[in-house]
Nanobody, 124 residues
Framework: QVQLVESGGGLVQSGDSLRLSCAAS????????MGWFRQAPGKERESVAA????????YYADSVKGRFTISRDNAKKTMYLQMNSLKPEDTAVYYC?????????????????WGQGTQVTVSS
């Protein structure tokens, strides 16, 4: 059974940092491209960042470029999202997702496995 478990969310102030983790089990982690998505209240889920199986290709949404960094440790079967200079508009539930497809993707339909999400709240 595939499980993706996010952690590291919380309530922070504008300008603070957080690091999210996504621990995977039940799948060959190194064979999956991974992604972070988020969904704010009343809004559609959106892609935040993605990383290829071998870590050599990454994608970032324009809204987080220069502030967020995606990474992964295939030996630990864990993906990370370092979030710096957080803004109130970053407030959302953050989800990690995995796809065995050959490419990274910013489209949620391309991902087969999803975590339950972790809440990030940024106060002004």
């Amino acid at each position: 059974q595939v499980q993706l478990v996010e952690s590291g969310g919380g309530l922070v102030q504008s300008g603070d940092s957080l690091r999210l983790s996504c621990a995977a089990s039940g799948l060959t982690f190194s064979s999956n491209a991974m992604g972070w998505f988020r969904q704010a209240p009343g809004k559609e889920r959106e892609s935040v960042a993605a990383i290829s199986k071998t870590k050599d290709i990454t994608y970032y949404a324009d809204s987080v470029k220069g502030r967020f960094t995606i990474s992964r440790d295939n030996a630990k079967k864990t993906m990370y999202l370092q979030m710096n200079s957080l803004k109130p508009e970053d407030t959302a539930v953050y989800y990690c997702a995995a796809t065995p497809g050959p490419y990274i993707s910013r489209f949620d339909n391309d991902y087969d496995y999803w975590g339950q999400g972790t809440q990030v709240t940024v106060s002004s």
